[in-house]
């Protein structure tokens, strides 16, 4: 799989794990894109996307509040970033990375 089909199966999962994480009653938004991730990161391939989740108002800083998204995520076949304490990373795993 080529990185650009890659990014559009990465594209296609980030709108229905949005589209779950509303039927659940979860709200989600994305921080302006910045490069202060660590080097090799993903987020430079265009593979990983961290989620700000809300519920009921309030926004969601630990990990295990995002495993009902990152369990469904990883049934789309995603990486979540639950697994490394890093609840709020979503990504598709490419040459090795997470």
Known sequence: MSLGDKRRKFTEMIALTIQYALF????????????????????????AKDFNLYKDGKYLTKTEDHEPVGLFWEFLGGSWGGRFQDGNHYSCEWMGRK
């Open 24 to 47: 659940l009653g979860y709200k989600i938004s994305f921080d302006k894109e910045h490069c202060n991730h660590m080097k090799n990161s993903l987020h430079y391939e265009g593979l």
